[in-house]
């Protein structure tokens, strides 16, 4: 019998039992001879540490080094508890003995590896990750590892391959499927990503940071409800989450759901008060609410960005978003202006603080350097595009000589901003192109055709199809080409012209002698675009709201809406007020202008008609919220893009009431001396 192993085994049986202080005094015969054993040395200290006596249990180790100087284990044991104590160069060191006296100890490899991963020397790092997998291929924790150093090491497709080979090793690696998750995400490869997300939520259905990255990918493929339910997943899991909270308040804000947006943003900020993210995103959703009607909420969102503001004073959302608001009162345009310029200083590209300053710039008049920050509009989003120019094969034109050169100028945004700044093909002409090409969506083909100049006009569909050509340029750069000045608009009217036939067709159509007067209240709804701050809802107004212009006696008013929208509003009016309604016959711009041309007046929101009316030469009286675009400039009820617009603002924000009141006066006025 021998008593050594006996009491070591009776340790052992102390230790499986967490009986730590037993197991010692067990060993301690064993411990008092020299050497001891090896076994008992390492026994020792590991009971040590599990008893927090951190100084022992390293004497142990050491002791097991001096007194058994070949034996790998103590070394790569010491460097454990040496690397748990944040004493890293040292582990290190123990960890490289241990690989020293056993080159296939794969332990040691691995635990070396981490170590060297922390203290970032990621190559040395790497060579060990390998060192020990080809020791072990299905060492799972050290293909997560190097996935995860080389993720870090921004090598993703390997990273990728890394994850998938611990999943090998290992089925159901939630962490792994996690990672992976959300590297496919990053890379764009949504479909894959939900699969490996929902993997690691059915591997660790309580973890709530797998649900939270679910909700990422599922909102990244805009499917946005089964984002919230992710989310929602996530915060039940843990219910002070803030980033779960401040992402399921974007979606709760994407979705128009802005009371319980702002509830998860307040729910954020009692997790977390100094969360500056998510103040910023409260004051958004309440700035949002503002927006659309509840104007008396604009201090409060105001307060919540200067709380964002004074948590973080380098937040650029926050400096950008307190821009738009402060930007609402034109007598603080200078104060909005030097919010985006800050927020710039933050971010340098940040896209939307880049056109925000565009406009802001732009409706103060100081159009040179407007023009130069409004080119940046694509910059965020190249699919915001119409086409894409390379369709072209051509450089952009950037001012170059046009003398015996060709041109092709590509139609942008809104049919409205095409009518408006097609007034600067005539001179490119000028310029002696030797070709000039527009291309458009296929509603403004006609009405564009008819713009001095052109060589041709064609829809989009057909760019692949043109001829060579030396130079393109977006429609909405001509005045940043032309160094356009408020001095320098080119503001002769008519530019573009309504075919005589279709004059005559149109004019058979309506009432004979009588005032015609031209109606414009609402733009159609884009479901496509997101409705931001109002940016088009707020610009329109409810048909039933006109009512008192379209009670003025004297005048035959015509409808000028295409849409079921405005039709289904036209229905709604009394059938006395209804305005004469031609539109189901309209083919496109040209035979709108057609009727344009042969009214007296048109009046109209800040939509395509009022430009189309503009251009044209006609009268128009354009109705503005209290903020509206930049082309229409601060504080005027002329325009110098058209000399024949008169501009009716609101005087406080969402009132169109008093607006439309004031129209009628002046229409009345108008018909009593003509």
């Known amino acids: 019998m021998n008593p050594d192993h006996d009491a070591y085994q009776q340790a052992a049986s102390h230790y499986s039992n967490a009986r730590y202080d037993d197991a010692l005094i067990a060993l301690a015969p064993m411990l008092a001879r020299t050497p001891a054993h090896v ?54 060191t123990a960890y490289g003995e241990a690989i020293a006296r056993r080159p296939d100890f794969t332990e040691a490899q691995y635990n070396l590896a981490n170590v060297l991963h922390a203290l970032g020397h990621r190559d040395e790092a790497e060579r060990s990750f390998r060192r020990a997998l080809q020791l072990n291929p299905r060492l799972a924790d050290a293909h997560y590892n190097l996935a995860r150093l080389l993720a870090d090491n921004g090598r993703a497709a390997e990273a990728q391959a890394a994850y998938r080979d611990a999943l090998i090793a290992r089925p159901g690696y939630a962490e792994a499927h996690n990672n992976l998750g959300n590297l496919l995400k990053d890379a764009g490869r949504l479909d894959e990503a939900v699969g490996e997300l929902r993997a690691a939520v059915a591997d660790r259905p309580d973890w709530p940071d797998a649900h939270f990255n679910l909700g990422n990918a599922l909102r990244a493929q805009d499917r946005l409800a089964d984002a919230e339910r992710a989310y929602r997943d996530a915060l039940a899991l843990r219910p002070s989450f803030g980033d779960a909270l401040i992402n399921l308040g974007s979606v709760l804000t994407t979705l128009g759901r802005f009371d319980e947006a702002e509830a998860a943003y307040r729910r954020a900020i009692a997790a977390n008060p100094d969360r500056a993210e998510a103040h910023c ?47 609402e009162d034109g007598a603080r345009a200078e104060q909005a202006e030097a919010l985006y310029r800050a927020a710039l200083r933050a971010d340098p590209e940040f896209g939307a603080a880049k056109q925000n300053l565009a406009a802001t710039l732009l409706r103060a008049g100081k159009l040179s350097e407007g023009w130069q920050w409004y080119e940046s509009r694509f910059d965020d989003d190249t699919s915001a595009r119409p086409l894409d120019p390379s369709v072209f094969g051509c450089p952009q034109w950037r001012g170059e000589a046009l003398a015996g050169k060709s041109l092709v100028v590509v139609a942008e945004q809104g049919f409205g901003d095409s009518i408006q700044f097609c007034r600067y093909l005539p001179m490119l002409a ?15 083909v006609s009405l564009l055709a008819s713009v001095d100049g052109l060589t041709r006009c064609v829809p989009f569909d057909a760019a692949a199809t043109l001829p060579p050509h030396e130079f393109w340029c977006f429609v909405m750069s001509l005045p940043a080409r032309f160094e356009t000045t408020l001095d320098s608009i080119p503001s002769a009217t008519p530019y573009v012209h309504a075919q005589a036939a279709r004059i005559g067709y149109w004019g058979n159509r309506l009432p004979a002698r009588r005032f015609k007067v031209g109606v414009v209240w609402s733009g159609e709804p884009r479901p496509w ?26 005048v035959a008013f015509v409808s ?20 004469l309604d031609p539109m189901d016959e309209v083919a496109d711009f040209a035979d709108t202008a057609a009727i344009v041309a042969s009214l007296d007046l048109v009046i109209s929101v800040d939509t395509s008609v009022a430009h189309l009316a503009g251009a044209l030469g006609k009268p128009v009286w354009v109705l503005l919220h209290s903020n509206a675009d930049w082309r229409w400039l601060d504080a005027r009820d002329d325009s110098p893009w058209y000399p024949t617009a008169r501009l009716f603002r609101q005087a406080s924000p969402g009132d169109w009431t008093e607006v439309i009141a004031r129209v009628a006066d002046e229409l009345r006025a108008t018909l009593r001396f003509p």
């Open 430 to 444: 000028s310029r002696g192109a030797s070709a000039l090409t527009v291309v458009c969506p296929p509603a403004l």
């Open 281 to 327: 995103n409260l004051g958004r959703v309440i700035h949002e609410q503002a927006a659309l009607g509840r104007w008396a909420r604009l201090p409060e969102a105001e307060r919540a960005y200067r709380d964002a503001l004074s948590r973080d004073p380098g937040l650029a959302a926050a400096l950008n978003n307190l821009g738009n608001l402060i930007g």
């Open 560 to 579: 000028l809406h295409k849409g079921a929208t405005a039709r289904a509003q036209l229905a709604a009016l009394p059938e006395r007020l209804r305005p």
């Open 529 to 554: 675009v997101a409705d931001s701050f109002g940016a088009f809802s707020r610009r329109w107004l409810d048909a039933r709201l006109c009512a008192p212009l379209l009670d003025t006696p004297g």
């Open 39 to 92: 076994e008992a040395l390492d026994l020792a200290a590991v009971c040590c540490y599990q008893l927090n006596r951190m100084e022992e249990a390293e004497a142990c180790w050491r002791r097991a080094i001096a007194e058994h100087p070949h034996e790998a284990g103590p070394y790569n044991n010491l460097g454990n508890a040496l690397n748990a104590s944040g004493r890293l160069d040292e582990a290190k």
